[in-house]
């Protein structure tokens, strides 16, 4: 697994990139130079299959990429730590939360995108979608990003999804947590800040809805707030 670590005071952050992603986009920049400044512990990496790390994003899934987070939180870490996601890594964060409830002291969701595989893939895939996802094991979607570059998403993706859905029930998680959504994201819906909240067992849950924002939320101005953010939540935990 490729990451970047500096060594700091607590509690430390860790960022959690989005799906197609790296560790190497202007979220996580902000956020080191953030921890920088303050001479705090930071972490960023990169998920199998994405930026620098091994394998396929094709052949990773959910429960993989938890995996993942989960081992940064054992092997590069100590104490406590704040979990900051983007989209995929929205989710990624909380199921590493749940499983470390001991060690995660803070959430901060980017446009985090929970159970995405199955409420914005498979919900919205048509029929001829599903019977290829079914039938060839995997289907070919436009990527709006680099339309160039389709993506493919196999049906392993998918299935596994179904393993990791969290809106569906109570996310019991006492933390604090902190969602930053754009309105005009065209990949998560704004709503989707709302359902994580209501389903967050933490009473401490703020949403900043950002009326001009879309997904990515890297413009200089939702950088700054980003870090604004997230430097109130680390402050009131230490």
Known sequence: MAYHRLE?????IIF????HSDMEGGKALALENLCKNQGRAFVRFDLFGHGKSSGRVEDGCVSRWADDAVAVLDE????????VGSSLGG???LLAALRRRD??????????????TEDLMWAEFTAEQRRDL?????????????????????????????NNLLLGDCINLACPVRLIQGQKDADVPWKTALKIADCLASDDVEITLIKDGDHRLSRDQDLA???AIVARLVDGLE
């Open 134 to 162: 079914l039938e060839k094991g995997e289907v070919v979607l436009p990527n709006c990003y680099e339309p160039d570059n389709p993506w493919t998403v196999p049906r392993l993706l998918i299935e596994d999804g179904r």
């Open 225 to 227: 707030r980003m870090t």
């Open 103 to 116: 060690r995660v002291v803070g959430l901060a969701g980017i446009a985090a995108a929970p159970d995405f």
């Open 16 to 19: 959690l990139h989005g799906f």
């Open 76 to 83: 590069l870490t100590q104490g406590p730590q704040v979990l």
């Open 8 to 12: 700091g005071k607590g509690p430390g």
């Open 91 to 93: 989710w990624v964060a």
